[in-house]
C-alpha cells in the first residue's frame, strides 16, 4: 500500500486540535504529522504495526506512542471533534471500517503442508480398490 499524506488543511486542523488538548505533547510538527500519518497507514491497511514503513518512523515508537493516546482518550476526542466536518470523514476511521483476518469471522484453518489423498481417507483394514 502506498503511503499516506495528509493534505495541508486537514493537517492543520488536526494540529489546531491537538494543541488545544493540554494531555498531548505536540513537539516538532513535522514529526506529529508524520506519526498521525503512520496511524492512519495501520488503520487503513490493516497491516501489522510491524510492518509499518520507515517513512513513518520505527514501527515500535509509532506504536508507543499511539497506545498512550489510546489511554489518554485523545483518538475518541479527535473523532468526537471532527464527526461532522466532511473534509475530515475520510481521513478519521471508526472500527467499521477496520479489516479483520478471516480467521477472526470464524473461517476455517487452511491446512498448511500436504494436499489431502483420496487414498488418506481408506481405512487401515479396508480391502484394495483393484486386484
Not at 3 to 25: E, G, H, N
Not at 31 to 60: D, H, I, K, M
Not at 80 to 102: C, E, G, M, N, Y
Request: hydrophobic share 40%; glycine share 6%; charged share 25%.
Amino acid at each position: 500500500m502506498r503511503t499516506i499524506t495528509l493534505p495541508d488543511k486537514q493537517w492543520a486542523k488536526m494540529l489546531a486540535f491537538l494543541r488545544s488538548c493540554s494531555d498531548v505533547y505536540v513537539g516538532n510538527e513535522a514529526e506529529c504529522r508524520r506519526f498521525v500519518e503512520g496511524v492512519l497507514w495501520v488503520t487503513r491497511s490493516g497491516a501489522q504495526w510491524r510492518l509499518l514503513p520507515e517513512a513513518y518512523g520505527n514501527w515500535n515508537s509509532v506504536y508507543k506512542r499511539y497506545a498512550r493516546w489510546c489511554d489518554k482518550g485523545i483518538w475518541e476526542r479527535m473523532f468526537q471533534a471532527f464527526i461532522d466536518q466532511p473534509d475530515l470523514q475520510q481521513v478519521l476511521l471508526d472500527s467499521t471500517i477496520v479489516r479483520a483476518h478471516p480467521c477472526a469471522a470464524g473461517a476455517p484453518k487452511k491446512r498448511a503442508g500436504r494436499k489431502r489423498k483420496p487414498s488418506d481417507a481408506a481405512e487401515v483394514g479396508s480391502p484394495p480398490k483393484s486386484m
